[in-house]
């Protein structure tokens, strides 16, 4: 049946260029990215090679589609495991790169047109946010120390680029990260913090003279406390400490001058975030570049309800100039080799992520790399839709709607289309407003999506940050409950057929806005959270206190705890769930989800159980990342009533 050239089929029913296969290996995951040599290095976690993160080098065919050198073939990893989260996990200079290879958590260096030899030996220790000291001939680098009983200990340390010799540096804190050396190489910046602070809640600034050998003396705290924030410290070329901090409420960028120590000085200040949550080491939001002329510009991307855009700040008069680029988000900027440029990742509503060469002042830029081959037009794209709805309280909250669209295909009359809520990971992140392969999936099969950035997640500024501290599980999960019954009352879907889904801490917003509430008809759990009290006395050094803020401390509110958790009210649950677990899953352990499938089962509740050997915290394998997604269409086809096009999985239901 078709009406106006358009096929009239059922919402969900849709069929889509996108399959899940194209999803799953087009995904290419950047990371950290250095220039050196006169070319860009990056690293790429690649689905198809079971999400193996790789070194790559620019190669001089600019041709974006897949110019680049790997520098680590099978079956190296480039990825640390500090933090467990992991992230500057490699770092190059004029000798070479140096990266950590995931398997055995050694430091290995690659010289030009050589292969990877390791540096460190074998160990419990594992390092990440590697930083050349090219005068002394060494890395500096975080440190996390897994020898002997008790949680791990971290430091600032050294590593000999000659004999490969671990010295420590600085230590006397839980948790350190970003050292950053000054040009001239007599001075050392960094940030600490402490339990059960995370480092969006409050951290501290130190910088300290380095002596002859390379030993600093007594530090001196610049910046920071136990509720004010400091993101990314990095030194200007003319010897100035830039770092952003939250003073005003609002990530905004500070100098500091070494030589007068004085109060540091606001250079870029407004109702906008510099920051990120520092999840992963080597973030980076803002860096100096040398113009033409010689002057000196930070280059800083600055984040404003959910959109980001780039600006050209001159340090010392605070004037301020927008770079016209397409991109809506920025990440891990790093300076070029030529005066003006950067190399920075970038994304759009209508341009998926890629890697790009660009100069500030012309505006020039060069695709280096996309992150995939996908290939839409304007007419296939669900663009989002900026939605702001009430919420519990009184207050606001906010997020991304993307309605159905496919040019191929309508509705028949009168017909809603179903509802997926997506609860991003954290809970302290955020959604994204970039080209998602993933969520283009569902809005091309006729199947409305809303990314939620409920109260808590970051890009809103401090109050809107701070507002899930005690309230997990309750402001997150109103906000899900509310944007879906705002979506329902202005009439863009039906209200008896909607669903959450969510992946780690997202999972668990999931969970509990099935449990706690009758909104939702069916639900996906990607690794998701049920028992609070297993999370708080099973996890990772560097989440074992987050739940301290989220929710209270533990045992002290364990009452609370219980009331949270999803695993003790299955008698409330009355709709289908689908759980997606790694079973390496050190974060969140597979006995999360294995205790709730077991007790929706005892209780008769349909329920879709999919454990993934070699799978840790967030899919990277292709063929993972494949299969839940077929298995997720089938569970709403099946849970919704419509036929999803394209060969599906038959579901083990029970």
């Known amino acids: 049946m078709t009406g106006g050239g358009r096929t009239v089929r059922p919402y969900g029913a849709w069929a889509s260029k996108i399959s899940p296969a194209m999803v799953a290996e087009s995904g290419i995951r950047f990371g950290d990215i250095a220039a050196s040599g006169g070319a860009c290095l990056w690293v790429e976690g690649r689905p198809a090679e079971g999400g193996r993160n790789v070194l790559i080098r620019s190669s001089d065919t600019g041709d974006g589609a897949g110019a680049g050198e790997p520098l680590t073939g099978a079956p190296f990893n480039v990825r640390t495991r500090v933090h467990e989260y992991g992230g500057g996990a490699f770092a190059a200079d004029g000798s070479g790169a140096y990266f950590v290879n995931f398997e055995d958590q050694e430091i290995y260096r690659i010289a030009p047109g050589g292969d990877p030899a390791r540096l460190t030996s074998p160990s419990p220790r594992r390092y990440a946010d590697l930083t050349p000291d090219r005068s002394r001939n060494r890395l500096l ?53 402490d339990h059960p602070r995370m480092p969006w809640d409050g951290t501290e600034l130190w910088v300290a003279e380095l002596d002859e050998r390379g030993r600093p003396g007594v530090p001196v705290r610049v910046a920071g406390s136990e509720s004010l924030s400091i993101f990314q410290p ?22 500091w001058d070494p030589e007068t120590r004085g109060d540091p000085r606001p250079v870029l200040t407004g109702r906008f975030e510099l920051g990120r949550p520092q999840w992963v080491f080597g973030l980076r939001t803002h860096v100096p570049v040398i113009l033409e002329d ?30 016209q680029t397409p991109y809506q988000e920025f990440g891990n900027l790093v300076s070029g080799g030529r005066p ?35 290939v839409l037009a304007g007419s296939e794209l669900s663009r989002p839709e900026t939605f702001t709805f009430p919420t519990s309280e009184g207050e606001e ?16 009359e009168g017909e809603l289309p179903p509802l997926v809520v997506i609860g991003h990971g954290g809970p302290t992140g ?38 899930l501290k005690g309230r997990w599980g309750v ?61 708080a006395s099973d996890t990772h050094k560097f989440e074992s206190r987050y739940l301290d803020r989220l929710i209270g401390p533990y045992p002290e509110q364990r009452e609370r705890y219980r009331a949270r958790s999803p ?42 159980y999919m454990p993934f050997e070699h799978e840790q915290h967030g899919f990277r394998s292709a063929e993972t990342i494949r299969i839940t997604l077929e298995a997720e269409l089938a569970f709403y086809g099946r849970v919704f009533g419509f036929e999803p096009d394209g060969d599906l999985p038959e579901l083990d239901y029970l």
């Not at 990742?345 to 081959?373: C, F, M, Q, Y």
């Not at 809005?443 to 809107?464: E, H, K, Q």
């Not at 999931?510 to 008809?521: G, N, W």
């Not at 003790?568 to 390496?584: A, K, M, N, T, Y």
Request: charged share 20%; aromatic share 10%.
């Open 234 to 255: 990095c030194w200007s070329p003319a010897g100035e400490l830039l770092f952003v901090q939250d003073p005003t409420g609002w990530w905004n960028l500070f100098a």
């Open 294 to 323: 010689g002057e000196c510009r930070i280059v800083c991307a600055l984040g404003e309800a959910g959109r980001w855009r780039l600006v050209c700040v001159d340090p010392t008069s605070g004037k301020c100039d927008v770079v």
């Open 567 to 608: 695993i003790h009210f299955v008698d409330r649950l009355s709709c289908p769930i689908i759980f997606f677990q790694g079973l390496e899953d050190r974060v969140v352990p597979p006995n999360q989800a294995e205790m709730m499938v077991a007790a929706l089962r005892g209780k008769g509740i349909p329920v879709v």
């Open 141 to 193: 680098c975080v440190v996390e120390d897994h020898e002997g009983p008790g949680e791990p200990r971290n430091c600032l340390g050294a590593v000999d680029l000659r004999t490969g010799a671990v010295s420590t540096l600085v230590q006397g804190h839980d948790f350190f990260s970003s050292p950053a050396l000054s040009s001239d190489g007599r001075r050392l910046a960094w940030l600490s913090w």
């Open 397 to 412: 909250a906010h997020g991304h709607f993307y309605p159905p669209c496919n040019p191929d295909f309508q509705a028949p």
């Open 340 to 374: 003006a440029e950067v190399y920075l990742i970038g994304a759009a509503p209508d341009r998926v992520t890629e890697l790009v060469r660009l100069n500030v002042v012309t505006g020039e830029r060069e695709t280096v790399r996309k992150g995939s081959r996908m």
């Open 475 to 535: 402001f997150d999960v109103a906000d899900c409950v509310s944007g879906a019954q705002a979506l329902v009352r202005a009439g863009r879907v039906d209200a008896s057929r909607l669903a959450i889904r969510g992946g780690s801490a997202g999972g668990y917003t999931a969970l509990a806005a099935l449990t706690f509430h009758d909104v939702f008809t069916a639900g996906a759990s990607y690794c998701g959270i049920s028992e609070l009290e297993a999370l």
């Open 430 to 467: 955020s959604a994204s407003v970039g080209l998602s392969p993933g969520i283009q999936f569902w809005t091309s099969r006729g199947i409305a999506v809303l990314d939620v950035d409920y109260r808590g997640s970051t890009g809103y500024g401090r109050a809107y940050r701070d507002r």
